[in-house]
Structures are given as C-alpha cells and as structure tokens.
C-alpha cells in the first residue's frame, strides 16, 4: 500500500521532527532557568481565560499576566470580566494571586432596540454601522435604532450577536456574552448597555425624541411615551426618564408593566 | 575570498531582502518603531538565518538529494526554521524579558518570515556551499538589521516631526519606506 519513496518521506520527516524536538529539549535544559517573576507570570497565565479579547486594556491575556504578576492589585483597575464570569476561574486567580477579588455582579449586553423600523432607502456604501450612521443617522426610518450592519458582531471576541435577517437588528445570546463590554462604544447609536446578569426585562427602543407623535410613525414597535408601564407597576420601580422621554426600566422583574407595554417594546431577558 | 565578499554585499545591499526582494516586511513595519528593538530583531532574524541555512544546507544535501525527494524542501525547512524559533524564543524569554515584551508577537512571527525561509531557498537554488551559504545567511541577515536599524532611526525622529495630520504615523512610515527601496535601488550594478 505504501510504496517505498513514501516510506521514505514519511521516515526522514520524522526524523526531522524527532531531532527538532531533540534539540528543544536539549536547549531547555542548558538554557538558565525562567526568573521567578516570569514563572508566576506563567502560573497566572494559565489561569486566565487565555482569549486574547483585549477587553482588560491589555493586549492580550499574556501581558494582562505580566501587568498582574508585577502588581495584583491592578485586578480592581482592570478586572478581567471573562474570568468573573466563571467561578473556577476565580477560584483559581484567587489561589495563584493570593488575594480575595472582589467579583461584583457579572454583566452582559442588551441592545435597546428590536429593529422593527421599516427600510428607507437601500443604502449601498461600506457595510458597517459606523459609516450607514453618517448618511442622516441609517437607511431605517428610526434614525436611534440598531442599524444592523454588525460593527458588534465584529468586535465581539466570543460570537455572542447574530444579526436577525428578517428585523436586520443585533441580537445578543446571553449564554455567549461574557460582559466584556468591548461592543459598547462599537454602536454609533449607543444602543448597547451593559446590565446585571440577573435583570429580568429591558426596553427595546431608544427613540429619544417626541416628535413624530406617535414613534409609530418610523417603527411598529416603538416606544409610543404613553407611561403605562409606569402607571401599571404600583410600587414605582419604573420611572419616567424625562430627558430621554423614554422609561427607565429597573433591572428587578416588573411583569405587570412588560405585560402592560402596548407596542410590547419591554422585553423579558433572554428572548 | 573575493567570491564570498561580493555574495555578502549582493545578499546585504544590492539584493537586500526588504527593499529589494519584499521579503520580512512585516517585522520591517512591526517592530521599527524603537531602534532597540528593530536591531535586536534583526540580530534575532540573523541568528535564525544562519542556523536555518546550516541544517538545512546539511538537510537537503546529505538527506533529500541523496533519496532525490528535493520537493519536500518546504515542509522539513519549515519544520527546521520553526523549532529554531522557538529555541530563540525560549532564550530571549529567559535571559531579557524586556526584550521579550518588546518584540512581542513579531518574535514568534520569525517561524513563518519569508525573508528566513528566502534565505534558505536562494542557498539551495543557486547551488552555494556550506560556506557561501552561511555567507550569504550573514548577509541576508546583515541587510535585514541595516534596514530594520535605519527604518527605526528615521521613524524615531519622524515622531517628533511635524507631520501633517493625515500621514502621520504608518502612512508617513510608507513614505520613508518607498524612499529607503528607491534609495537601494543605487547599489544595482555594485557587483
């Protein structure tokens, strides 16, 4: 089945490789060994989420390493969100850093808008939501909404937005977001915020202007500013925002005002 | 004697591998910001290419001429040039950690820079000896620090130049660089 030359082939490359491998080794051992920094600097490296996202501020997951064998406090400028999020790896930072973090409450993105604005125009410039944003705020009719042209999409490290082809709105799979906050000042309309993990529903529109009177006019399902989730929650957990003549919807569940939401532009997490 | 001087000075300056022969052009720009860094980078290129152009000169005559297999040239000089790499990356690591952050990934980047497996290939296709080989990886390497140190020099001082807004940083480091390959374009015809 194997012709000779192959074996051949197959014979001088292995040994190629075994004698690379060799010599490895062997400059491993003469090599002086690794200072003590640089092997705490290593132990701290594997603990971390090894991403490479770059949402700590440093370039990558080595050099955030470095930055925090050099001074473990620096964890509380620069926390890593990723391994917040998990709690064997901070369990483990903990161990190898000698020290309590400080873990707070993990975060994940929401995009406040449900992209039901109709087209209007067909806008055929360079595919990202930045430069759709100059040509008079998108080709929508909502000039606040989700573009959907995925300038999130492509800074997320961790896959964690789709992009609906029917609505053309970001969409962000809780599961995959790790709260790193990278997609944030992505959005040239601001619509990404970072919320607790644990809130329960958020407002899917940003139409931060009255007039036209009613939204309806640039979006099937816009905030049309009639309060009556404010009115509907009886303990005054919803309040009205009146710069944003928008609602501000508190991160503890508040059924009766989602329910209560005409253009059901309150949406439950997760959906 | 005269043979290896004008091999060094055709590897260095006439057919020199960034300007010339568009090869490392990554690095060329990757690590030209600090003269430190770019010489030890080149210094590291050089090592790299020497050792490289040893065992591979010993590879391909000894083992794939001798089983006429000379199309498998890429994937053991790959192979070579990789572990070289890493054993230099170990050794920087361990002795200059300063050294190390400077380089950052251009330092492994060494595994896949043309310019080292450019070397190789132009040792086996212009049929050099051990010597001449090595000569030439001197001067290959040579040339790649001369520019890489010159590039570094010039982009050291343009960063307190007044540039005009648009050009500063990399477009203005483009500039340069087109007037450093027309520059090297006068030592055509040397040898």
């Known amino acids: 089945m194997i012709d000779g030359l ?10 190629v490789g075994l004698g690379c491998g060799i010599a490895i080794f062997i400059f491993n051992r003469i090599l002086p060994e ?5 092997k705490a600097t290593a132990k701290i490296a594997e603990v971390l989420p090894g991403a490479n996202c770059g949402a700590c501020g440093q370039p990558g997951c080595f050099a955030y390493a470095q930055a925090l064998a050099a001074d473990p406090e620096s964890f509380k400028d620069q926390p890593c969100k990723i391994a917040l999020n998990d709690d064997q790896c901070v ?6 850093l000698g020290m309590e973090l400080d873990a707070g409450t993990p975060v994940k993105a929401v995009v ?17 939501c930045k430069s759709a944003a100059q040509l ?5 009719k909502c000039a606040f909404g989700c573009i959907g042209l995925g300038d999130c999409l492509r800074a997320c490290p961790y896959d964690a937005y789709t992009i609906d082809e029917e609505r053309n709105v970001a969409i962000v799979d809780w599961d995959k977001c790790v709260g790193c906050g990278l997609c944030v000042p992505e959005c040239p309309h601001g619509l990404i915020e970072l919320v607790p993990n644990d809130t329960a529903q958020f407002l899917g529109c940003s139409y931060t202007t009255l007039l036209p009177i009613p939204g309806r006019e640039r979006c099937e399902q816009a905030c049309i500013k009639c309060r009556k989730c404010v009115r509907a929650d009886e303990e005054g957990r919803v309040t009205w925002n009146d710069e944003r003549i928008l609602p501000n919807i508190p991160s503890v569940a508040v059924p009766e005002s989602v329910t209560e939401c005409p253009p ?6 997760g959906k | 004697m005269s043979d290896l001087i004008s091999i060094f000075i055709g590897m260095a300056l006439i057919n020199n591998f960034i300007l010339t022969k568009f090869l490392g052009l990554c690095p060329f720009f990757g690590v030209s910001k600090k003269l430190n860094a770019a010489i030890s980078m080149g210094l590291a290129v050089m090592v790299v290419m020497l050792a490289a152009s ?8 000894q083992i794939l001429l001798v089983y006429e297999i000379e199309y498998m040239q890429i994937v053991i000089y790959i192979l070579v040039i990789a572990s070289l790499v890493q054993i230099i990356e170990m050794a920087i690591k361990r002795t200059n950690i300063q050294l190390y952050n400077a380089l950052g ?5 060494i595994t896949t820079n043309c310019a080292v497996l450019g070397v190789t290939f132009i040792n086996t296709q212009e049929g050099f000896g051990l010597v001449e080989a090595l000569v030439a990886a001197l001067g290959a390497g040579f040339g790649f620090t001369l520019v890489l140190g010159m590039m570094s020099g010039i982009r050291e001082r343009l960063e307190l130049a007044d540039v005009p807004e648009s050009f500063r940083g990399i477009p203005v480091a483009f500039l340069v660089a087109m007037i450093l390959g027309l520059a090297f374009l006068g030592f055509g015809g040397i040898v």
Do not use: R
């Not at chain 2, 990934?105 to 980047?109: C, G």
């Open chain 1, 6 to 15: 192959t074996l051949i082939i197959i014979v001088i490359l292995t040994l």
């Open chain 1, 34 to 38: 690794e200072s003590e920094t640089l």
């Open chain 1, 91 to 96: 369990a483990d930072l903990e161990n190898v």
């Open chain 1, 112 to 128: 406040h808008c449900v992209g039901k604005s109709e087209i209007l125009f067909n806008y055929k410039g360079v595919g990202t």
């Open chain 1, 136 to 140: 008079s705020g998108g080709y929508k």
């Open chain 1, 264 to 269: 059901q532009v309150i949406i439950k997490t």
């Open chain 2, 54 to 61: 040893l065992v591979t000169w010993v590879i391909y005559y």
């Open chain 2, 105 to 109: 990934i251009y330092l492994p980047l």
